[in-house]
């Protein structure tokens, strides 16, 4: 079979550097061992040469840090929510519990009872003048959760205190309740006023059923106060 190419031909494109088909041969390159031997990694004078880098890129599917507000918008806003929310809202977290001064861990646990529920009782009778007022919203409030600290705290201590802590535990509950009746009524009303209007058949139940709830309480209360309630728990303690 004759060759392709002629001896001739072939010796001719090696000597000029070229390939078989005409085309030029690639310069070899060294291997980057050998160049990082060569330079250490550095450019010519000596230096690290910077490596171009292109722009970050963010990762896909994962959100844009948030940006901070500034400090006097924050400010504002923290204003604003704390002027929206009304007084008692989310449970009562801004009627605050007295503290209790005196407990020594070192005496009975009957002893350091004791100075609980004189504290909680008297934090109750606290509210008695502002809740005589139907309008009083934030006293009643305060007033329920002073009720049922008082509750909690005597059927926790009701075995070593004895009759005093479940009678007030008693008294708390019953009071505790109507109070919650009340407050219910307190933050459906608005509502109603504001979506149906004032002359609503809904309005008017709320506002009757509030009356009634806030009768019942003040004849709760003026009853304990006739029969010295707070008088009788502390004797008994």
């Given at each position: 079979?004759?060759?392709l190419?002629?001896?001739?031909?072939?010796?001719?494109?090696?000597?000029r550097?070229?390939?078989?088909?005409g085309?030029?041969?690639?310069a070899?390159?060294?291997?980057?061992?050998?160049?990082?031997?060569?330079?250490?990694?550095r450019?010519?004078?000596?230096?690290?040469?910077?490596?171009?880098?292109?722009?970050?890129?963010?990762?896909?599917?994962?959100?844009?840090?948030?940006?901070?507000?500034?400090r006097?918008?924050?400010?504002?806003?923290?204003?604003?929510?704390?002027?929206?929310?009304?007084?008692?809202?989310?449970?009562?977290?801004?009627?605050?519990?007295?503290?209790?001064?005196?407990?020594?861990?070192?005496?009975?646990?009957?002893?350091?009872?004791?100075k609980?529920?004189?504290?909680?009782?008297?934090?109750?009778?606290?509210?008695?003048?502002?809740?005589?007022?139907?309008?009083?919203?934030?006293?009643?409030h305060?007033?329920?959760i002073?009720?049922?600290?008082?509750?909690?705290?005597?059927?926790?201590?009701?075995?070593?205190?004895?009759?005093?802590?479940?009678?007030?535990?008693?008294?708390?509950?019953?009071l505790?309740?109507?109070?919650?009746?009340?407050?219910?009524?307190?933050?459906?009303?608005?509502?109603?006023?504001?979506?149906?209007?004032?002359?609503?058949?809904?309005h008017a139940h709320?506002?009757?059923?509030?009356?009634?709830?806030?009768?019942e309480?003040?004849?709760?209360?003026r009853?304990?106060?006739?029969n010295?309630?707070r008088?009788?728990?502390?004797?008994?303690?």
């Open positions: 079979m004759p060759p190419l002629p001896p001739a031909g072939v010796q001719g494109a090696a000597a550097g070229e390939g078989p088909c085309r030029a041969r690639r070899s390159r060294p291997g980057r061992g050998r160049r990082v031997l060569q330079t250490g990694g450019g010519a004078t000596g230096e690290r040469a910077p490596r171009n880098r292109g722009p970050r890129r963010r990762a896909r599917g994962r959100a844009p840090r948030r940006q901070r507000a500034p006097g918008r924050a400010r504002a806003d923290r204003a604003h929510r704390a002027a929206r929310a009304p007084r008692g809202a989310c449970g009562g977290g801004r009627m605050k519990a007295r503290k209790v001064k005196g407990l020594d861990p070192d005496k009975s646990f009957r002893k350091n009872a004791r609980m529920v004189r504290v909680r009782l008297e934090e109750l009778h606290s509210f008695s003048p502002a809740v005589l007022d139907p309008q009083e919203i934030d006293a009643l305060d007033m329920r002073a009720a049922k600290r008082l509750r909690y705290l005597c059927e926790l201590t009701e075995p070593v205190l004895g009759e005093g802590a479940t009678l007030a535990a008693s008294r708390a509950k019953d505790q309740g109507v109070l919650g009746d009340v407050h219910d009524c307190d933050e459906q009303i608005p509502k109603a006023r504001a979506r149906l209007g004032a002359d609503s058949e809904l709320l506002v009757a059923q509030r009356e009634q709830c806030y009768a309480f003040l004849e709760q209360w009853a304990l106060g006739e010295d309630f008088t009788i728990v502390l004797k008994t303690l």
